[in-house]
């Protein structure tokens, strides 16, 4: 390794208790990697750190690799001591061991209540058939779910829901209060979830659905293309997203229901998350845009 980078690197260390090389930054992370040990902190009390962008210097990327001897990032250092990387950090939190290692507090943990019904428990003690372990649920701090048979680990919380045992991983087990488990044998069949901690997220709405809607009465439906793309189609009654339309959207009550249709569904689904993130709780998204109530409702709107 250059000398000067590896001075670099130790005065680094040097000059701050906890750092982490990752993709993007702690207010951005660029890789789900990176995102999740910025959560995994956060979420065991660490409210300061040092983080380093190494997208930003080839140097630097490289150079880390050969003096921590791992290939990965993200790369966590507490004391001028390498950690670990992602799954490490994970297994750490897990077993409680971060908080030791991070100087921080474990916070009281509360055993979430979880309910299962009856026809997922006959269909997870069918999965489970021959296998050894109990039904392990993750949740991520973007509220994806992973449902797998697996052993007991360190620090799991265990809970007996009907004839089921369920497993959680520590962070799981703080968003999982309240959830509830179903199956449905209709078509292909699947399992259902249901959390009443998730935050409030853009429901998908298919253009049947729509239509039915508007046949009903009026929506607050905004149509986020330009101007000429109205020109060649537009669905009636979606009110164009310009600047008295936007006006509009700030004056209703955050409660209302609102949807955004585009071509496809790319441009409605960025402007559905940003009026999501300015705190409206019931906003939709028309999946496959007008050129689907094109091919699905009225072959009169012309496709381009």
């Known amino acids: ?46 409210r300061e750190f040092k ?80 296998e050894n372990g109990a039904l392990r649920i993750e949740v991520s701090p973007q509220w994806e779910y992973a449902l797998s048979i697996d052993e007991a680990g360190p620090g799991d919380v265990k809970i007996e829901a009907g004839s089921i045992t369920v497993l959680l991983d520590r962070q799981s087990a703080a968003r999982a209060d309240g959830l509830r488990i179903d199956f449905s044998e209709v078509g292909e069949g699947g399992f259902k979830i249901e959390n009443p901690n998730e935050p409030p997220r853009v429901k998908q709405i298919d253009v049947g659905t729509l239509k039915g809607l508007l046949d009903e009465g009026p929506l607050e439906l905004f149509d986020v293309r330009t101007p000429d793309e109205r020109a060649k189609a537009k669905i009636e009654g979606a009110q164009h997203f310009d600047a008295a339309a936007q006006q509009k959207l700030a004056s209703l009550d955050k409660s209302t229901a609102i949807f955004f249709h585009c071509h496809h569904g790319g441009r409605s689904q960025q402007a559905a998350d940003h009026y999501l993130r300015q705190g409206f709780t019931n906003v939709y998204n028309v999946a496959g845009g007008i050129d689907a109530w094109s091919q699905q409702i009225d072959p009169k709107v012309a496709r381009y």
């Open 1 to 46: 390794m250059d000398a000067q980078l590896k001075q670099e690197i130790d005065t680094l260390l040097q000059s701050n208790r906890v750092v982490l090389f990752m993709k993007g930054s702690k207010n951005f992370p660029q890789c789900g990697f990176s995102a999740t040990v910025v959560n995994t902190l956060k979420e065991a009390g660490l």
């Open 51 to 130: 983080d380093i962008n190494i997208l930003q210097r080839a140097d630097l990327r490289d150079g880390m690799k050969e003096f921590a001897s791992w290939p990965t990032f993200p790369q966590l250092y507490v004391g001028g001591q390498f950690v670990g990387g992602c799954d490490i950090v994970k297994e750490l939190y897990a077993s409680g061991e971060l908080f030791d290692v991070l100087g921080t507090k474990a916070p009281e943990l509360k055993i979430p209540t979880i309910s299962v019904s009856a026809s997922a428990q006959k269909a997870i003690a069918a999965a489970a058939e021959g």
